[in-house]
Structure formats: structure tokens, C-alpha cells
């Protein structure tokens, strides 16, 4: 529902373009970022922490003191595409600015048109950041973007499908999946900002505290046993039989994808679909063994490390062929997600636990309990269970890793 403007404003931008707008925004998931928990949309305030210091979204509101209100349509497109304001400040690149370069000059008049008449205006001053000097003087980021940013509308490939380039539009542009799920380098870039950059790109990066998975076709760790209705119903819903979204992207789906049209989650399953394995990737599911575990543990042989831990724990949602019951408790054999090399998530929903996201497809959120009773030997244990079970066949989770991502958690906490 669009807001009941004053004729002033909204003459100026129609009502479609106003509405195209909207659905743009949530395409980015703009408002994720620009709103803090608890305060008004697209206000800011959000903190980031980044390997240099804290840094809080900005008020994207058009209010003229402190949002953007003030902002012409050159100014606007400069700071979504090169992250530089209106008064020539470069932005901190923990905004997707690399990403949303690629935004067409009709979508990006659409955004415009929405964040002027489209978002209530809320006077909330910006908070600068935590950042010390001199890691908080702004020019080096003028250097960072010449080396790393490239302000240029998507170019449509053709030897490539509609579907595909609608897809390769979205992943690589609004939706900014390689925010997430590329890995960065030593000056914090993504070493790759599409699928013709190389197999890096969506290759799976640690970001948050979370690991953002391989959207590669990587069997296992990757989207290589995914079909494509998979990845739209996962997009559109946050589960399907293979698994459910926790963490950050819980929020994407939340706020982002659960809301974009169908064609358009086709069109990005089409694109994932499409790139190949990363090099070299193991295979670290067979299916053919996935009834050896079940076995030994309906018949009380726990032995094996860990498996008396997920009996007691995890048996009774999960069930003990790791099956889960589909789009409520995931299933543990083939999942992805367990199958990753850092284990750094595995580890922190064990500890804290994790909710499936909100939507219209299914407004009943189940959420894991965490566990954080469990000491680090019987996590490790138990995670080194479930990675080698029912044909799973991942490396085993360590007491120091579980160590490392305990102190983390309490160190976050004691941030807030």
C-alpha cells in the first residue's frame, strides 16, 4: 500500500512509477539495512561492524534536514551507483553500492520516485561511526571505488535466455547475492561481482558471524542438488524439503525475496542453475549410505561419538534418519548447509538457536531452541555426528572452533 502523500510531492512521480519503485526497494531489501530494530523505516541507525570499527545506516527518509530529501535524481543515482553522497563523501562499501551499479536508469528513476513520495519523512539525525583515526578519513575509499567498482548499467548478454539475463540482472544487481555469498579479499571486495568473473563469484563467504553458503553448482555444499522450484519455493517461503533459512538470510527472505513476483524468482533460479560447480569441490553427500546411520541408532548402538548427544537432543524433530519432517524441522541428510567447510553457522545455531522467516506462504515461524548447555566437546561432537551421518560426508567439527565462535557471541553481546 502506497502512503497518502501531500499532492506536492507525489505530482511530481506517478503512481506506477511510484509502485515500481516500492517493489525495486524491497528487490534490494533496502529497508533490512536502513532500519534499526524497534525504530521507523528506512530511518537508519542499523550498526555494521565491520574489520575496522562500527559503522550505523544512514536515514534514507526524505526528510531534508536529516534523510535524503534534498537529493536531485544525479545525486540519488550517484550515491546508490558509486556510493558517493551528496556532498562528496564516499560511502562506506558496506552498502551494496558495487552491486546496485548495475541498476538500470529506469529502475533507478523508479527507486528514486519511491524513497521521495513513497516513504514517510522522519527526522532522525545520522550517527557517525565508531571507526578510529585515521581508519575513519574517508579518501581512501575514493581510491577503493576506482579500483573496485564498476558504475555501469547491466549489459544484457545475448547468447543468453530473457530468463536468464532478467536473473543475472537481479542476482548481480538489486538483489546483491554476492554481498553475501562472494568472497572478499584483503581491502574487503568481493573478488568477483559476476558470474563472468570467475568461479569465486557466490562461491560462499563468511559474513556476520554466518556463513553465507556456495550458490554454485557444487553437489552437497552447493545448489547442485537443487532444482530450480526449489530455489523459488526456498526464495518464496524460506524452507522447502531440503532445507530452511535461518540467520540473516531469514531477514532476506522476510523482508526481500517472499515478496518478489514468481517469474522473477524463476528468473534467478534460472541464473544460480547455471553456474557450474566450484573447481575442484568434493563430494561430501552419497545417498547410498544414508541408511547406515538410522540403523545403529534404532537399535541403541551409540557408540559413535555424539550420537547419544543427538538422540537426547536432536532426534525428536530430526528424526533418526536425519529425514526432519519437510518445510517444518529440516532435514540433516544432503543439507547444504551441514555440509560446508567453515561450520562456523552450524556451530552458532547450535548455541543461540535460529527462526524461520515470516511470510505469506507460511506465516507459522518454527524456530530451534538453542543449546548453549551443551560444553564445546559435546557440540563438537554432536555437529561431527550429524556431518557423518546418513550418507553425510563432511570434516569434523573441532572443540576450538566451537571455542571461538562462544567467545565471539559473548563479545557481540556485550557490544549491544
Given amino acids: 500500500m502506497l502512503l497518502l502523500l501531500p499532492a506536492c510531492v507525489q505530482a511530481a512521480f506517478?503512481?506506477?512509477?511510484?509502485?515500481?519503485?516500492?517493489?525495486?526497494?524491497?528487490?534490494?531489501?533496502?529497508?533490512?539495512?536502513?532500519?534499526?530494530?524497534?525504530?521507523?523505516?528506512?530511518?537508519?541507525?542499523?550498526?555494521?561492524?565491520?574489520?575496522?570499527?562500527?559503522?550505523?545506516?544512514?536515514?534514507?527518509?526524505?526528510?531534508?534536514?536529516?534523510?535524503?530529501?534534498?537529493?536531485?535524481?544525479?545525486?540519488?543515482?550517484?550515491?546508490?551507483?558509486?556510493?558517493?553522497?551528496?556532498?562528496?563523501?564516499?560511502?562506506?562499501?558496506?552498502?551494496?553500492?558495487?552491486?546496485?551499479?548495475?541498476?538500470?536508469?529506469?529502475?533507478?528513476?523508479?527507486?528514486?520516485?519511491?524513497?521521495?513520495?513513497?516513504?514517510?519523512?522522519?527526522s532522525q539525525p545520522n550517527r557517525g561511526s565508531d571507526i578510529p583515526w585515521p581508519l575513519s578519513m574517508r579518501w581512501p575509499l575514493k581510491v577503493w571505488n576506482w579500483l573496485f567498482v564498476d558504475a555501469r548499467p547491466y549489459r544484457v548478454q545475448a547468447d543468453r535466455s530473457?530468463?536468464?539475463?532478467?536473473?543475472?540482472?537481479?542476482?548481480?544487481?538489486?538483489?546483491?547475492?554476492?554481498?553475501?555469498?562472494?568472497?572478499?579479499?584483503?581491502?574487503?571486495?568481493?573478488?568477483?561481482?559476476?558470474?563472468?568473473?570467475?568461479?569465486?563469484?557466490?562461491?560462499?563467504?563468511?559474513?556476520?558471524?554466518?556463513?553465507?553458503?556456495?550458490?554454485?553448482?557444487?553437489?552437497?555444499?552447493?545448489?547442485?542438488?537443487?532444482?530450480?522450484?526449489?530455489?523459488?519455493?526456498?526464495?518464496?517461503?524460506?524452507?522447502?524439503?531440503?532445507?530452511?533459512?535461518?540467520?540473516?538470510?531469514?531477514?532476506?527472505?522476510?523482508?526481500?525475496?517472499?515478496?518478489?513476483?514468481?517469474?522473477?524468482?524463476?528468473?534467478?533460479?534460472?541464473?544460480?542453475?547455471?553456474?557450474?560447480?566450484?573447481a575442484g569441490a568434493p563430494t561430501v553427500y552419497s545417498a547410498a549410505r544414508a541408511h547406515v546411520t538410522r540403523g545403529q541408532l534404532r537399535s541403541g548402538d551409540y557408540r559413535q561419538p555424539g550420537a547419544s548427544t543427538y538422540v537426547e537432543f536432536c532426534a525428536s524433530c530430526h528424526r533418526d534418519d536425519g529425514g526432519g519432517f519437510p518445510r517444518i524441522y529440516p532435514a540433516l541428510a544432503g543439507n547444504s548447509v551441514l555440509l560446508t567447510d567453515d561450520t562456523r553457522s552450524l556451530i552458532r545455531i547450535v548455541l543461540e538457536g535460529g527462526r524461520m522467516p515470516h511470510t505469506v506462504a507460511d506465516t507459522m515461524a518454527f524456530a530451534m531452541p538453542g543449546l548453549p548447555q551443551l560444553n564445546n566437546r559435546e557440540t563438537a561432537e554432536v555437529l561431527s555426528f550429524i556431518r557423518s551421518s546418513w550418507g553425510n560426508h563432511a570434516s569434523a567439527v573441532s572443540e576450538a572452533d566451537v571455542a571461538a565462535v562462544r567467545e565471539s557471541l559473548e563479545k557481540s553481546h556485550e557490544r549491544r
Fill in 162 to 278: 530473457a530468463a536468464w539475463n532478467r536473473g543475472a540482472y537481479l542476482v548481480e544487481g538489486l538483489a546483491h547475492c554476492g554481498s553475501c555469498h562472494t568472497p572478499r579479499g584483503l581491502a574487503y571486495q568481493e573478488k568477483a561481482l559476476s558470474a563472468r568473473d570467475g568461479s569465486e563469484f557466490l562461491a560462499g563467504n563468511n559474513i556476520g558471524g554466518w556463513f553465507a553458503k556456495s550458490l554454485r553448482g557444487d553437489k552437497g555444499r552447493g545448489l547442485g542438488d537443487w532444482s530450480e522450484a526449489d530455489i523459488v519455493e526456498f526464495l518464496k517461503t524460506g524452507r522447502n524439503d531440503k532445507s530452511a533459512a535461518f540467520g540473516g538470510m531469514a531477514e532476506v527472505i522476510e523482508h526481500s525475496s517472499s515478496h518478489l513476483e514468481r517469474t522473477d524468482l524463476a528468473a534467478v533460479a534460472t541464473y544460480l542453475k547455471a553456474l557450474p560447480a566450484s
Fill in 14 to 122: 506517478s503512481t506506477d512509477s511510484i509502485r515500481r519503485g516500492q517493489y525495486l526497494a524491497r528487490a534490494g531489501d533496502c529497508i533490512a539495512c536502513h532500519t534499526r530494530p524497534g525504530g521507523a523505516a528506512y530511518a537508519g541507525g542499523l550498526p555494521f561492524d565491520t574489520p575496522v570499527g562500527r559503522i550505523y545506516a544512514t536515514n534514507i527518509t526524505p526528510d531534508r534536514k536529516t534523510g535524503i530529501g534534498n537529493y536531485s535524481y544525479d545525486q540519488f543515482a550517484r550515491a546508490v551507483r558509486e556510493g558517493v553522497a551528496a556532498n562528496g563523501d564516499p560511502l562506506y562499501p558496506a552498502m551494496p553500492y558495487p552491486s546496485y551499479a548495475s541498476v538500470s536508469d529506469a529502475d533507478m528513476r523508479d527507486l528514486y520516485a519511491f524513497f521521495m513520495a513513497g516513504v514517510p519523512a522522519v
